[in-house]
Nanobody
Framework: QVHLVESGGNLVQAGGSLRLSCAASGGAVSVATMNWYRQAPGKQRDLVARITHDSTTNYGDSVKGRFTISRDNAENTVYLQMNSLKPEDTAVYYC?????????WGQGTQVTVSS
């Protein structure tokens, strides 16, 4: 069983920055595909960013050039650096661990961007 704990969500003004963290236990982030998803009220959960075991990264179109996903294997933690935040980035952000056999989710962290 992999346990994921997100942190770093906050209220921030448009144009500001936040860094989200996802600390994992029970599984190594270095061997999994680690994803950040977000879900706004009344909307589906969408992929924001992904980093694979070989450090390949992918981003949703709406965050390209503004968000950066990274991984610290020693800390077993994945990060999401979010810059130039917009009100439409407001959502609950979820960390996801997927290794081909199993899939685990964190509890989410709220990001609110005010205009």
């Amino acid at each position: 069983q992999v346990h994921l704990v997100e942190s770093g969500g906050n209220l921030v003004q448009a144009g500001g920055s936040l860094r989200l963290s996802c600390a994992a236990s029970g599984g190594a982030v270095s061997v999994a595909t680690m994803n950040w998803y977000r879900q706004a009220p009344g909307k589906q959960r969408d992929l924001v960013a992904r980093i694979t075991h070989d450090s390949t990264t992918n981003y949703g179109d709406s965050v390209k050039g503004r968000f950066t996903i990274s991984r610290d294997n020693a800390e077993n933690t994945v990060y999401l650096q979010m810059n130039s935040l917009k009100p439409e980035d407001t959502a609950v952000y979820y960390c996801n661990y997927a290794d081909g056999q199993s899939n685990f989710w964190g509890q989410g962290t709220q990001v609110t961007v005010s205009s």
